[in-house]
Nanobody, 127 residues
C-alpha cells in the first residue's frame, strides 16, 4: 500500500513558475517509478512526466518538454515537478502516481501502469 499526497498547486500568471510536491508513504519509495499526470475540465487525464526509481531516466510529454522538470528525493520520499514558463493550457488538476510493478520505461506514459494515485492539486494559469 502506498499513500500519495500532492501539494504546491495554486494560481499563477502565464510565464510564471510553480513547484509541485508529492509525498509518499508506505512501501520503500526508492523502489518504484513515479509519474505526474494532469486532467483539465472535460478532458482525459494525460501524461506529463515520469522518473525512474533511481532518479536517472526521466520522460516528458512533448507539450511540457523544456519547461517542466521532474526529480525526486528518495531520502524524503518525495517527487517534485518544477513547472516554468507556464501557459494557460497547463491549467488542470495535477496527480502524482506510483508504479510498483516496474513494467518498464516504455509504459510510464500510460495511466494503467500506475498502481496508486494521489488526490490531485489544482494548477490554474491565468493569461
Amino acid at each position: 500500500q502506498v499513500h500519495l499526497v500532492e501539494s504546491g498547486g495554486g494560481l499563477v500568471q502565464a510565464g510564471g513558475s510553480l513547484r509541485l510536491s508529492c509525498s509518499a508513504s508506505g512501501r520503500t519509495f526508492s523502489s518504484y517509478a513515479m509519474g505526474w499526470f494532469r486532467q483539465a475540465p472535460g478532458k482525459e487525464r494525460e501524461f506529463v512526466a515520469a522518473i525512474s526509481w533511481t532518479g536517472g531516466p526521466t520522460y516528458y510529454a512533448n507539450s511540457v518538454k523544456g519547461r517542466f522538470t521532474i526529480f525526486r528525493d528518495n531520502a524524503k520520499s518525495t517527487v517534485f515537478l518544477q513547472m516554468n514558463s507556464l501557459k494557460p493550457e497547463d491549467t488542470a488538476v495535477y496527480y502524482c502516481a506510483a508504479d510498483l510493478r516496474g513494467g518498464g520505461s516504455s509504459l510510464l506514459a500510460t495511466r494503467g501502469t500506475y498502481d496508486y494515485w494521489g488526490q490531485g492539486t489544482q494548477v490554474t494559469v491565468s493569461s
